[in-house]
C-alpha cells in the first residue's frame, strides 16, 4: 500500500489509497455481495434505491436501478475483516486519529448498462455529528472510471461545511451538476476516503461492467451525534485505540 497523503486529504476532502485489499479479499466481498442479493430477493427484502427526484425524467428513471444495502457487517463476516483491517486503520489513525469508532456499512451495486446516478450530495445530512470527523471508506470491488459511474467530488467543499439540501438529501443538481466533480477512478482493491462534508455523486453505469463498492463510515471516538438521524446497534465499534467517554460507548436505544 502506498504512503498516505493527509495533508492532502486535509485540504481536499478525500484522498484515494491504492491496494488496499489484495484479490483474494476482494473476491471474497464480492461473493459477499452477491450472496446478500440472492437472501435479499428471496426474503423479499429486494430493494432498490435509485433517486427519484427531477434528475431525469420518471420514463427513464423505471429502468435504472441501485441496490444499496445498509449494515453488511451483519450479513457476511467477510466485511467485518475489512472494517478493522490493518490497511484500513493506518489510513484511519492518520487523518481521524488514534481513537476511531465505525458508525455504519452499506453496499451500493450499479448494475451494467442500467446503473443509476447518484446525485451530488453530502452525507452529513444523513448523520450529523458535532466535529465533523465522519469520513467514508469507498471500498472498490470493480474496477470504476467515468463509463461504469465512479466517484465524482468537489475537491476543498468539505471547508464550506453543511449546505442546504433538497428533502435533506440532495443537492440542487442544477447548481452542483455531477459533471462539474472531479472524476476519482480507481481498481478493485483501491480505497476512496472522504469527509462526510466532501460534496460527491456519480453518473450513470453506462458500460458492461458492473459497479460494486461497499462503504464503511467511521468517526472520531469523541465525536458525537448532532442528531440520531440515522443510528443502528452496531454503531460506536472501536476499530483504533480506545473510547475515552465511559458513558457513550454505545448508541442509547430504548426498547418499548
Known amino acids: 500500500m502506498e504512503q498516505i497523503n493527509v495533508d492532502f486529504y486535509k485540504e481536499n476532502g478525500y484522498l484515494l489509497v491504492k491496494g488496499v485489499f489484495n484479490q483474494t479479499e476482494v473476491e471474497a466481498m464480492r461473493g459477499a455481495v452477491e450472496r446478500i442479493i440472492q437472501r435479499a430477493a428471496k426474503a423479499k427484502a429486494d430493494t432498490n434505491s435509485a433517486w427519484q427526484g427531477d434528475y431525469l425524467p420518471p420514463e427513464q428513471l423505471k429502468k435504472l436501478v441501485l441496490k444499496g444495502f445498509h449494515d453488511v457487517h451483519y450479513h457476511d463476516a467477510s466485511f467485518m475483516r475489512a472494517v478493522i483491517h490493518p490497511n484500513i486503520t493506518r489510513v484511519l489513525e492518520q487523518i481521524i486519529g488514534p481513537n476511531v469508532q465505525l458508525h455504519h456499512t452499506k453496499m451500493l451495486v450499479k448494475p451494467p448498462e442500467v446503473g443509476a446516478a447518484f446525485p451530488m450530495h453530502q452525507d452529513q445530512p444523513y448523520f450529523p455529528h458535532d466535529r465533523h470527523t465522519m469520513l467514508a471508506a469507498s471500498v472498490h470491488l470493480d474496477?470504476?472510471?467515468?463509463?461504469?459511474?465512479?466517484?465524482?467530488?468537489?475537491?476543498?467543499?468539505?471547508?464550506?461545511?453543511?449546505?442546504?439540501?433538497?428533502?435533506?438529501?440532495?443537492?440542487?443538481?442544477?447548481?452542483?451538476?455531477?459533471?462539474?466533480?472531479?472524476?476519482?477512478?480507481?481498481?478493485?482493491?483501491?480505497?476512496?476516503?472522504?469527509?462526510?462534508?466532501?460534496?460527491?455523486?456519480?453518473?450513470?453505469?453506462?458500460?458492461?461492467?458492473?459497479?460494486?463498492?461497499?462503504?464503511?463510515?467511521?468517526?472520531?471516538?469523541?465525536?458525537?451525534?448532532?442528531?440520531?438521524?440515522?443510528?443502528?446497534?452496531?454503531?460506536?465499534?472501536?476499530?483504533?485505540?480506545?473510547?475515552?467517554?465511559?458513558?457513550?460507548?454505545?448508541?442509547k436505544y430504548q426498547i418499548l
Request: charged share 20%; proline share 8%; aromatic share 8%.
Open 143 to 251: 474496477n470504476a472510471d467515468e463509463e461504469n459511474g465512479c466517484l465524482h467530488v468537489i475537491p476543498g467543499s468539505h471547508k464550506q461545511g453543511p449546505l442546504p439540501h433538497v428533502g435533506a438529501h440532495y443537492l440542487n443538481h442544477k447548481e452542483y451538476p455531477i459533471s462539474e466533480g472531479t472524476p476519482c477512478p480507481a481498481e478493485a482493491g483501491d480505497v476512496l476516503f472522504f469527509n462526510y462534508l466532501t460534496i460527491h455523486g456519480s453518473q450513470p453505469n453506462r458500460s458492461s461492467r458492473t459497479r460494486r463498492n461497499v462503504l464503511f463510515q467511521y468517526r472520531d471516538a469523541s465525536d458525537l451525534p448532532s442528531d440520531n438521524v440515522h443510528i443502528n446497534w452496531g454503531s460506536g465499534l472501536m476499530v483504533c485505540g480506545e473510547n475515552q467517554d465511559f458513558n457513550n460507548v454505545k448508541p
